[in-house]
């Protein structure tokens, strides 16, 4: 089991940056493939990147791609969201979350979540 606490969420404005981060707790944590998606009010939880297990291969979904880095550090069992370029469309609730082996971009497919940190970008 892994539990994850996000952090570095706050207002910014458009073209500012921002960058969350992960921590995990527990000793398994280079066993656990991890994502970060995003909520914004009234819409669904939706997928914004992912990173495997020895942070060799990441994902991205197209709206952020060229601005936002995952990264993990898994001698510190975290993992990092560098975002970049914010718009005020990337405003969200985002979250970590953890699964088991390989990486997905289906937020059903991860069994373990943070409780979030909102990002808000003004104009």
């Known amino acids: 089991q892994v539990q994850l606490v996000e952090s570095g969420g706050g207002l910014v404005e458009a073209g500012g940056s921002l960058r969350l981060s992960c921590a995990a707790s527990?000793?398994?944590?280079?066993?656990?493939?991890m994502g970060w998606f995003r909520q914004a009010p009234g819409k669904e939880r939706e997928f914004v990147a992912t990173i495997s297990r020895n942070g060799g291969t990441t994902y991205y979904t197209d709206s952020v791609k060229g601005r936002f880095t995952i990264s993990r550090d898994n001698a510190q069992n975290t993992v990092a969201l560098q975002m970049n370029s914010l718009q005020p469309e990337d405003t969200a609730v985002y979250y970590c979350a953890a699964r088991n082996l390989v990486t997905a971009t289906t937020p059903n497919l991860y069994k373990y979540w943070g409780q979030g940190t909102q990002v808000t970008v003004s104009l």
């Open positions: 527990g000793r398994t944590f280079s066993s656990y493939a």
